[in-house]
């Protein structure tokens, strides 16, 4: 947290809160790369939102959130994972983030996808955004995003091999800790607010 020198206007709350509440999920599967330890898990997922906010603030509307989500949780996941400081993660036994290994490998096969097609499976299916939200959001045509979320699509179904994605990713994104996400947005947002607020 200690990079994150910007403050926040109480303004760009809203836009936070947003970009919070889109990418959680995303974030949720992302760090099931560096870590099984919810505890560890959440330190990295609201960090990484507190920072993407914080970019997203500083280089405006000229890159993509996504790219900037993968850009942070490069740079605090292997933070965390080192031992960078704050919450003590370590102290004591975690419980699992995820615990079926079902959903585990799920999670490894989305993010053996490009980030491209994982953002959109991610934001569609477990996020909720239909296709046209999507390509107001990523700014793109619809066909653009349509034929995106397709390819990606076939690749998870070769990935997992199955012959309907859809069903198994309305399984994965039922099974997700909606209280892991609750806490990590709660958390980037409160940290937000009390920047912006000079406390």
């Known amino acids: ?21 889109l990418y959680c999920p995303y974030v949720l599967v992302w760090c099931a790369r560096y870590t099984n330890g919810r505890r560890q898990a959440r330190q990295i997922g609201a960090y990484t939102l507190v920072t993407t906010c914080l970019a997203a603030r500083a280089v405006g509307g000229g890159l993509a959130v996504g790219r900037i989500v993968e850009s942070m949780l490069g740079v605090v996941g292997r933070d965390v994972i080192a031992g960078a ?24 096969a989305l993010n053996a ?3 491209r097609g994982r953002e959109v499976l991610v934001l569609h299916h477990v996020a909720g955004l239909t296709p046209a939200n999507l390509a107001r959001l990523l700014e793109q045509p619809p066909d653009a995003v349509l034929t995106r979320m397709a390819r990606a699509e076939r690749h998870l179904a070769r990935w997992l091999r199955v012959a309907d994605v859809r069903a198994s990713m309305a399984e994965f994104a039922a099974g ?3 209280g892991w996400m609750q806490e990590v947005a709660e958390y980037a947002l409160d940290y937000l607010t009390q920047r912006a607020e000079g406390r």
């Open 1 to 21: 947290m200690a990079r994150a020198r910007q403050t926040v206007d109480r303004a760009e709350l809203a836009v936070c809160e947003r970009i919070i509440e």
């Open 85 to 108: 400081r704050g919450e003590d993660w370590r102290n004591g036994p975690d419980e699992p983030l995820f615990v079926e290994p079902r959903m585990r490998y799920m999670a490894t």
């Open 113 to 115: 996808l490009k980030r």
């Open 176 to 178: 997700l800790d909606a």
